[in-house]
């Protein structure tokens, strides 16, 4: 158990419809990262927050937005949810900004119908 | 840009056969390697890592050397197990942000 917890662990929903998939950190992390896993782009880093401010973005799609909240938990927002969005979530949390090592969650599965 | 490449998969050997999983990488700087593990159905383990070159990385009977001069991190095993069958990823920690960068991922299945 790496001490991230992700809620909801799987989700199906419809296109065009909207999700939050979320996270919670290990206790004291102030860093935390999201990847997307899918068949066809492989494990992709999206967007990573530290406490509470955007620090670096990657591949993420106008459609997906992230925040960090006071008490550290985070959430990704996925809106006009398309077939092709359907993949494994992770979240990641690290102590420290330059932490090296991060430590991921279980993933949350997101199939769209 | 920085980037990682493994050898592609699937890989199959029989059980107690040795593993060689293949894996370099393109970056500024020095970064930390990583190589994860994920399980069917499951999320990503951190298998083992190093820090800065020739630092071995070693976790359960799995080992990796950070080659600095060969830009090299290449997972190995001595003699697999039917429970080792999971996807491999070879990762790297980018100097700047410390997000990771994965390689595509190797697919290990171990026959009894």
């Given at each position: ?113 | ?61 799995f080992e990796a050397t950070y080659r600095k001069e060969t830009t090299s991190f290449h997972l190995e095993k001595g003699s697999v197990q039917v429970s080792d069958s999971a996807v491999y990823f070879c990762a790297l920690s980018d100097s700047g942000t410390y997000k990771y960068i994965f ?10």
């Amino acid at each position: 158990d790496s001490g991230v917890t992700q809620t909801p662990k799987h989700l199906i929903t419809a296109t065009g419809q909207r999700v939050t998939l979320r996270c919670s950190p290990r206790s004291g992390d102030l860093s935390v990262y999201w990847y997307q896993q899918s068949l066809d782009q492989g494990l992709q880093f999206l967007i990573q927050y530290y406490n509470g401010e955007e620090r670096a973005k990657g591949n993420i799609l106008e459609r997906f937005s992230a925040q960090q909240f006071p008490d550290l938990h985070s959430e990704l927002n996925l809106s006009s949810l398309e077939l092709g969005d359907s993949a494994l979530y992770f979240c990641a949390s690290s102590p420290r900004l330059e932490s090296t090592e991060a430590f991921f969650g279980q993933g949350t599965r997101l199939t769209v119908v | 840009g920085n980037s990682v490449t493994q050898m592609e998969g699937p890989v199959t050997l029989s059980e107690e056969a040795f593993l060689t999983i293949n894996c370099t990488y393109t970056a500024t700087g020095y970064p930390s390697l990583f190589w994860y593990v994920q399980y069917p159905g499951e999320g990503l383990q951190l298998l083992l890592k190093a820090t800065k070159a020739d630092d071995k990385g070693s976790n359960k009977g799995f080992e990796a050397t950070y080659r600095k001069e060969t830009t090299s991190f290449h997972l190995e095993k001595g003699s697999v197990q039917v429970s080792d069958s999971a996807v491999y990823f070879c990762a790297l920690s980018d100097s700047g942000t410390y997000k990771y960068i994965f390689g595509t991922g190797t697919r290990l299945k171990v026959l009894a």
